[in-house]
């Protein structure tokens, strides 16, 4: 990713789970950066914790395979699951 960034500080094995905003001193980058990587984290191993490292949609067209439609050249694709904690579309 390009970007002027300050640092990254966000380190998983330190267990973080919140950035507290101090009054008076100024909002850094790395302090909102460090926050969205939290987050990012907490959210993709709910997720996994939940669906587990691969997984899908529990319903009857989850894995459906049919013929791929084409409108004003636009691909529809109704496929969605987990694979090794990425979301796969």
Same mark, same amino acid.
């Given at each position: ?13 330190? =267990? ?7 009054? %008076? ?5 790395? /302090?909102?950066?460090? #926050? ?6 907490? =959210? ?7 669906? %587990? ?5 529990? /319903?009857?067209?989850? #894995? ?26």
């Amino acid at each position: 990713m390009k970007g002027d960034f300050t640092r990254f500080t966000f380190r998983p094995e330190k =267990h973080y789970n919140s950035i507290w905003m101090q009054q %008076g001193r100024l909002q850094l980058d790395a /302090d909102w950066n460090e #926050f969205v990587e939290i987050q990012k984290y907490l =959210h993709q191993t709910q997720a996994e914790d939940i669906i %587990g490292a691969s997984g899908a949609i529990r /319903d009857s067209d989850s #894995f459906k395979v049919s013929k791929v439609s084409v409108d004003d050249s636009d691909l529809k694709n109704r496929i969605r699951s987990h694979v090794r904690k990425w979301l796969t579309m």
